[in-house]
């Protein structure tokens, strides 16, 4: 048996056009525009969260010139720490030039103690004890030399005394501390090291 629409009346025919129309539309929305919609969803989430990386990306490319003068100044900054703190290899030198300080300064070096070293975070202090002979104007322009020398000493603990017998070219004993600031390197990180872990 034959089904015909145009059998049916014209009000039947347009109802039943609508419910096909709508069964339609329905199915394209469910297996195709809501899939589509919610697939456009999750690229737009992604876009938006891509443009904020973007924004954030070029206002660091904006200030990449200030960081690099901010580097720039703290290379500046290690360069003149280096120039009045020496490495641990320069210790050595720098002993000598307190020696030589004090002989241009008409002092007898009668002893000679360096303590221990005292590390810091960023630099190490090693204290020395010195034992010297000599007049109270030779002092003072030993600590005047020492004041002025490029690198950092720092002189306490001063103790004098009158000698019991003075002669012209000793009048005093003077005992003090200079002490000497080392600068300590950072150690790289050994190659496979992580950190607060063992190398692999």
């Known amino acids: 048996m034959q089904l015909s629409l145009s059998g049916l009346p014209w009000k039947a025919q347009v109802g039943l056009f609508v419910v096909v129309s709508a069964l339609l539309a329905g199915a394209f929305y469910y297996f195709y525009a809501e899939p589509l919609m919610a697939d456009i969803a999750i690229r737009e989430k992604k876009l938006a969260t891509m443009r904020v990386d973007i924004d954030k990306g070029v206002a660091t490319a904006r200030r990449l010139p200030e960081f690099r003068r901010q580097v720039a100044e703290l290379e500046a900054r290690l360069t003149a720490l280096r120039a009045v703190l020496p490495e641990q290899k320069d210790v050595g030198d720098l002993l000598r030039r307190i ?102």
């Open 99 to 200: 020696q030589t300080l004090a002989t241009q300064s008409n002092l007898h070096i009668t002893g000679f103690k360096p303590a221990p070293i005292v590390t810091k975070q960023m630099h190490a202090e090693w204290p020395i004890t010195l034992e010297l002979d000599g007049t109270y104007h030779n002092l003072g322009r030993f600590f005047d030399q020492v004041a002025k020398f490029s690198r950092i000493i720092n002189v306490g603990g001063i103790h004098i005394k009158a000698n019991d017998k003075p002669t012209l070219d000793s009048t005093i004993t003077a005992e003090c501390v200079a002490t000497t600031f080392v600068l300590v390197e950072a150690k790289a990180p050994a190659k496979g090291a992580r950190p607060g872990g063992k190398a692999n």
